[in-house]
């Protein structure tokens, strides 16, 4: 199915620290990375919705739940897909699986308010509307 | 009372990221100062604790809600306070707060797993456990 | 003189890596710090100057020699001062000092070419000339 | 040749700053991993050489140049070569290119101490010591 997206990133040596693993607010990036490629697999490129669409997803809550540690060179694969879809608000879920042994290391969300580049809430610009009208627009599809 | 701390920080220029206010995945850092700073006026070093009594605070889980936009340069006051002790976890609660306009930009928590270097659970170390032994301990103390 | 700031900054759990100790690429965060209070300092407000005066310091050039590690919760004193004075650019010389011990840790310059928005290199905008014209401008002050 | 490694990665969210391009600050993270996969190309694990042969690459110094900026979602190409080996040290170069345009847009070095855990100089293991043992050991290779 198009929602889910996995993609594959290494830990980098930056992102631990002296505990001897990642340090716990590295995951957002990760998320990133797995919200934006489920977004150009969607069809939406994060760049031209902000320089022509005037379109930002604002972060406005996060959350992760820690499992196991992510250690440097780690492999791991981001699976990220779309929670929920609300007239000017976005969630995406997050699982960050370690890709040689399968174990899930963390589990997270994010939740985005769709702004204008002056952080004033919009809708989504039209043209995309359609590639969020699955089944589970407006319910959370957990 | 002793349980709250408020540290000032400063928001960095290598904080903020292209919408023009800080990346959401930089707020951890204040957090970690604010429980830092908390912890130290407790009378707990959390150097000594890693080094001589074996004893992380390993995060188990972190959440973040961002009510308005941190700012590069903006002063920024870090409220923390302990949330829930229990017998290996304990919980930290913070605000961000605009220190010019007095907003509360984020609201968060943290939950910690206290273990050992090779990562197994284990209970505070003696000496400590009296710091934690408010009336609210084991109970949601917000 | 003017021309020096020393700002204190504490070590972050965030900034260290699995070696144990600071990791390299964050000296900059540190640098950024006491260029941006040493502007401050001589009446210059980066906010200011990028949003009123369209006037941005780009990074052309960076350099740091490592000679002794930062540790978390140290306590560190960057020293911050003007390198060099051009038309269209200026440098500005780091000292990263264990505040307890007095040891110079880290130092450093960075060289910043002075450009709009758009990244075309302009001269200082010109209520901010004099500030800069010491008896070394134009030349290196080291 | 095997000497020289070319990594591509994508310019994260994160990495911006609100300028609108990659704060300089998180260049380092692009220099470690194309010498990692360099490293790793020459058949050395920069893990294992950690835990199994306590030997660590301390950055003893590192600089960049910024030629032009690297922006967010642009693909980029890190080109990575040894620069000198030396008996307790080791220097790598840099180039950061835009994969689509070809244009070089950084070129960095970090030079980097041999040490064991306790960050003493050491040589490097003797079962790798072949790997350096090019024409140009012991000279700069540029």
Known sequence: LVELNETIVRVRYAE???????????YTAWFDIGRIELLRQ?????NELERKDDCYFVVAESQCKYHRPARFD?????RTRILEVRARTIGFAYE???????DV??????????CNKQGSPR???SPYHQLFETPDTGHTSS
Do not use: R
Request: net charge negative; aromatic share 10%.
């Open 16 to 26: 631990t620290d002296q505990m001897g693993f990642v340090y716990y607010g590295n």
């Open 123 to 125: 809708t989504i610009p």
């Open 105 to 114: 290391l963390a589990t997270g969300y994010t939740l985005h308010v769709i």
């Open 74 to 78: 780690d492999l791991l694969c981001v």
């Open 96 to 102: 960050i699986m370690n890709e040689a042994t399968g």
């Open 42 to 46: 969607l069809g939406l490129n994060v």
